[in-house]
T-cell receptor, first 114, second 113 residues
Framework: NAGVTQTPKFQVLKTGQSMTLQCAQD?????MYWYRQDPGMGLRLIYYSASEGTTDKGEVPNGYNVSRLNKREFSLRLESAAPSQTSVYFC?????????????FGDGTRLSIL | SQQGEEDPQALSIQEGENATMNCSYKTSINNLQWYRQNSGRGLVHLIL?????REKHSGRLRVTLDTSKKSSSLLITASRAADTASYFC?????????????FGKGTLLTVNP
């Protein structure tokens, strides 16, 4: 029972480099999310996908793009990484996108931008 | 912007004691959820309480919700060293996006053996 799998677990980038963070879930969930977690800030929603084929901006979308490749996979892309994007990134999924649905999280990607 | 705010920020207790964490929020909610995060791991859903519920139990966890005070509490009874983690509340707000949970900054609980 893998649940939500994120790759890579760690990454160091130089300013200006690009990178795609991968996320896959095997629970047949319809909705998927990308968050970032910074010290003292809690989790902030970057983008979400209510269902396959749809994506919407969250609280902090600037500097990011997403792709819902299929029902299982939801990727997050940094086109030109900046030091302010140093963070821990979490992918999550839920059965449907309702606010009363528990979300299931991966173990995160720790990203450092130098 | 943060909706839920946990209190205290950090809590240290001895094994066997009870731990109480509080969450306050600002706007009307549909439900409130509590999550646990072990160091270096993702969040794990613990319990969800709806706005028309006042109390909910799950094993050693007890959650209360007071919508008049816009607050919730999470009680962990007979704590164990394995309960050491950060605990977050998350609110699903009335109106607004149907998909957005707003997370607080968390309470770091340390249970000493």
């Amino acid at each position: 029972n893998a649940g939500v799998t994120q790759t890579p677990k760690f990454q160091v980038l130089k300013t200006g480099q690009s990178m795609t963070l991968q996320c896959a879930q095997d629970m047949n969930h319809n909705s998927m999310y990308w968050y970032r977690q910074d010290p003292g800030m809690g989790l902030r929603l970057i983008y979400y996908s209510a269902s396959e084929g749809t994506t919407d901006k969250g609280e902090v979308p600037n500097g990011y793009n997403v792709s819902r490749l299929n029902k299982r996979e939801f990727s997050l892309r940094l086109e030109s990484a900046a030091p302010s994007q140093t963070s821990v990134y979490f992918c999550a999924s839920s059965v449907t996108g309702g606010k009363d649905q528990p979300q299931h999280f991966g173990d995160g990607t720790r990203l450092s931008i130098l | 912007s943060q909706q839920g705010e946990e209190d205290p920020q950090a809590l240290s207790i001895q094994e066997g004691e009870n731990a109480t964490m509080n969450c306050s929020y600002k706007t009307s909610i549909n439900n409130l959820q509590w999550y646990r995060q072990n160091s270096g791991r993702g969040l794990v859903h613990l319990i969800l309480i709806r706005s028309n519920e006042r109390e909910k139990h799950s094993g050693r966890l007890r959650v209360t919700l007071d919508t008049s005070k816009k607050s919730s509490s999470l009680l962990i009874t007979a704590s164990r060293a394995a309960d050491t983690a950060s605990y977050f509340c998350a609110t699903g707000n009335s109106g607004g996006s149907n998909y957005k949970l707003t997370f607080g900054k968390g309470t770091l609980l340390t249970v000493n053996p």
